[in-house]
């Protein structure tokens, strides 16, 4: 039977901060299993319907409704950022936070749904979403997701809370932290949002912007190491449900990629 990650591991680190029964349910088949086929579906991107639940469960065998009923639940009830956030904070001492690394991704969106815009650059129908990772390229945290319509800069504020949220809640501090951004969020917005959380911004400049403050600096070194997130983004391709988006809700497409980040972080461990 293929595995995504061993039974220990699913027991000790994902199992504890999942809701596992309610109102006297009790799941007849094991919850390890349950959670193996939706690691399943998240690295082979395989339709619901033809999960190949026989093979997936060794006792009692449920249906794919049932293992999709148990994603929809925890992904309703913010329960995989609850996995992350927990898991960013118990390994928080195997991160390297000597730089950190903020890129933007355009996933296609085959079935519409929420967040989905048309991207013309791409010519099809997109989502994005600001990703950030340290400088080994490990997640940390993501935005909520916009349609692709929109570039990277729009509501970065916004953005930037969510991300600057989760990690706080990690009891990850950013105060004095180098932050490496490309060209595209070369604004004073951006900046001046990074300077007032004590983030230094290092930013490539772009030609079409002009209004730059006199300490506005780039490090050369420092922004070369900027491609360990483009290696992210490849980790992150590898799994086929991400690569491209079929869900149609932001709770489903925010928990692939928060369930993404965690086998990721827990490979590296």
Same mark, same amino acid.
């Given at each position: 039977?293929y595995k995504v990650l061993d039974k220990d591991t699913?027991?000790?680190?994902?199992?504890?901060?999942?809701?596992?029964?309610?109102?006297?349910?009790?799941?007849?088949?094991?919850? !390890?299993? !349950? !959670?193996?086929?939706?690691?399943?579906?998240?690295?082979?991107?395989? =339709?619901?319907?033809?999960?190949?639940?026989?093979?997936?469960?060794?006792?009692?065998?449920? %249906?794919?409704?049932?293992?999709?009923?148990?994603? @929809?639940?925890?992904?309703?009830?913010?329960?995989?950022? $609850?996995?992350?956030?927990? +898991? +960013?904070?118990?390994?928080?001492?195997?991160?390297?936070?000597?730089?950190?690394?903020?890129?933007?991704?355009?996933?296609? #969106?085959?079935?519409g749904g929420e967040s989905v815009g048309y991207q013309?650059?791409?010519?099809?129908?997109?989502?994005?979403?600001?990703? +950030?990772?340290?400088? =080994?390229?490990?997640?940390?945290?993501?935005?909520?997701?916009?349609?692709?319509?929109?570039?990277?800069?729009?509501?970065?504020?916004?953005?930037? $809370?969510?991300?600057?949220?989760?990690? &706080?809640?990690?009891?990850?501090?950013?105060?004095?932290?180098?932050?490496?951004?490309?060209?595209?969020?070369?604004?004073?917005?951006? @900046? $001046?949002?990074?300077?007032?959380?004590?983030?230094?911004?290092?930013?490539?400049?772009?030609k079409k912007n002009r209004e730059h403050d006199d300490?506005?600096? !780039?490090?050369?070194?420092?922004?070369?190491? @900027?491609? %360990?997130?483009?290696?992210?983004?490849?980790?992150?391709?590898?799994?086929?449900?991400?690569?491209?988006?079929?869900?149609?809700?932001?709770?489903?497409?925010? #928990?692939?990629?928060?369930?993404?980040?965690?086998?990721?972080? +827990? &490979?590296?461990?």
């Open positions: 039977m699913i027991i000790s680190e994902i199992l504890p901060h999942l809701s596992i029964a309610k109102r006297g349910f009790v799941c007849k088949a094991s919850i !390890v299993e !349950v !959670v193996n086929c939706i690691l399943y579906k998240l690295k082979t991107g395989i =339709q619901w319907r033809l999960l190949p639940v026989t093979a997936l469960f060794s006792d009692v065998v449920l %249906s794919c409704k049932t293992v999709f009923y148990h994603f @929809r639940k925890w992904s309703k009830n913010g329960e995989w950022k $609850s996995v992350w956030i927990n +898991l +960013l904070n118990k390994h928080r001492d195997k991160l390297d936070m000597s730089s950190v690394d903020l890129d933007g991704s355009h996933t296609r #969106a085959t079935k013309g650059c791409k010519k099809f129908n997109t989502t994005n979403a600001l990703y +950030l990772t340290d400088r =080994q390229g490990i997640p940390l945290a993501m935005s909520e997701s916009i349609s692709g319509e929109h570039h990277d800069l729009y509501k970065i504020e916004k953005s930037m $809370s969510i991300i600057f949220k989760t990690l &706080r809640e990690a009891h990850i501090y950013v105060d004095g932290l180098f932050l490496n951004a490309d060209a595209g969020f070369d604004s004073k917005g951006f @900046r $001046s949002e990074c300077k007032d959380r004590g983030i230094f911004p290092n930013v490539c400049f772009n300490d506005d600096c !780039v490090d050369e070194l420092l922004y070369r190491e @900027r491609y %360990s997130i483009e290696r992210t983004n490849a980790w992150l391709d590898s799994f086929r449900s991400i690569l491209i988006r079929h869900d149609t809700t932001l709770t489903s497409w925010s #928990a692939w990629n928060y369930i993404a980040f965690a086998i990721l972080l +827990l &490979r590296k461990c």
